[in-house]
């Protein structure tokens, strides 16, 4: 889509929900900004999926976006950015392309009071070693422990993360 006459704007996309509260921040830090939100609530959960088919869907999500000509992209999925960020980075090219691991990992060590890191994630992130990659590039002293949580993404779609 062609944006003459107005500004372009930032693509934003989950695979599911999750997503909206990345953009309620953006939306308040940058509030003349156009934003694009896109989340697959007809595929969630990914992190039950194979590589290739993370792959598969985060290119026609890609593709979708730039379609809109947004200036720059944040995956908001941590399964999309740690299975499929280094493809996307490579589609896009000098776009600016932001994840949730990276800003997570940074908030994580600005947040510990003693170097030790806990990561609640689902089966594919933990397996990625993302965060614990993500951290040790800005702090390799800091001991990151993981948990596996199945069934972490179904309870945050549905709407339990408040209890």
């Known amino acids: 889509m062609e944006n003459i006459g107005r500004q372009r704007p930032i693509g934003v996309f989950d695979s599911g ?16 900004e156009n934003i694009i939100y896109f989340g697959d609530t007809a595929r969630v959960p990914y992190g039950t999926k194979s590589k290739a088919t993370i792959e598969h869907f985060s290119m026609q999500i890609v593709d979708f976006l730039l379609e809109y000509d947004v200036k720059a992209m944040v995956i908001a999925c941590n399964t999309i950015a740690a299975v499929a960020g280094q493809k996307i980075r490579q589609k896009t090219g000098n776009m600016p392309v932001l994840n949730v691991i990276s ?3 940074k908030a994580a060590l600005t947040t510990t ?3 030790k890191i806990g990561i609640i994630a689902t089966n594919t992130i933990v397996n990625s070693n993302a965060y614990a990659r993500a951290i040790h590039r800005n702090n390799p002293d800091t001991l990151v ?12 779609e549905e709407g339990w993360f408040g209890t």
């Not at 929900?17 to 003349?32: F, Q, S």
């Not at 949580?149 to 309870?155: D, E, F, T, W």
Request: hydrophobic share 50%; charged share 10%; glycine share 8%.
């Open 113 to 115: 009071r003693n170097n």
């Open 17 to 32: 929900i999750g997503g909206l509260t990345n953009v309620c921040a953006l939306m308040k830090r940058l509030p003349m």
């Open 145 to 156: 422990r993981t948990q596996a949580a199945p069934l972490l993404v179904p309870l945050v």
């Open 103 to 105: 800003a997570g990992a």
